[in-house]
């Protein structure tokens, strides 16, 4: 099939994306605050963000039913057990947070209900009396006055939730490079429990190279100019 494509009909294949759904509303503000943030952060300032995101991991198996395969001489040879993902529907969980900057990482916390995260002293140490800029998205446990009056006492400097373009996670390099490379590490095979799954985590949260990590970061102002030229739109495509 993929030779006939190819060369009988001249086609190539290319896979769906997965993109974030837009209104108009949020293409235009997405654009405005693109806007802002790239003029806030020239001349390589970024390089000060702290990118922060929650996620959670469950202890089952990742996979893509796209890419995910199996190799074998036929049907037959591959056994249930094998060609089979089990699914719960309620399966055992743990909610991360994280952040990276251009140069390091947070140690990884687990967050437990009613938890709230002081990242001033990591930060204060990293940075050894360097400025620095904390970000974090617009999710409503974000935007409470509580967090926002801590912010103001105790970071620097930072991206408030209004500020930050809601409906973006491909401009938190989080979002668009980090879990992922943590999910695929860590969930290739599934966990016999949460425990397992945490260790897990924080051995692969420590791999990551810097040179990813850096990477990442550094696309962040890349992608504020491409969100720019897609007036707001989605522009992962162009990435």
Sequence with gaps: MGRIVK???????YKFREVQLL??????????????????????THQSIVFSDEKIFTVEMAYSRQNSRILAPDQKSISSSIR???????????MVWGAITSDGRTPLVFIDKGVKINKEP??????NGAHWVFQQDSAPSHKAKMTSEWLKLNVPEFISTEEWPA?????????????????????????????????SLI?????????????????????????ISAKGNTFEEQD
């Design 122 to 127: 990591w930060a204060g140490e990293h940075f």
């Design 84 to 94: 089979t993902i089990k699914r719960t529907q309620k399966p055992a969980s743990v």
């Design 7 to 13: 060369e009988d009909l001249g086609l190539k294949c």
């Design 203 to 227: 051995r692969e949260w420590d791999l990551i190279s810097e040179d990813v990590l850096r990477a990442a970061a550094d696309n962040f102002y890349k992608r504020l100019s491409l969100c």
């Design 167 to 199: 409906s973006s996670p491909d401009l938190n390099p989080m979002d668009f490079c980090i879990w992922s490379i943590l999910e695929s590490r860590v969930c290739a095979k599934p966990h016999k429990n949460v425990e397992s799954l945490k260790s």
């Design 23 to 44: 209104s108009e509303v949020n293409k235009r503000r997405r654009y405005e605050k693109c806007l802002i943030l790239r003029k806030r952060f020239t001349g390589g």
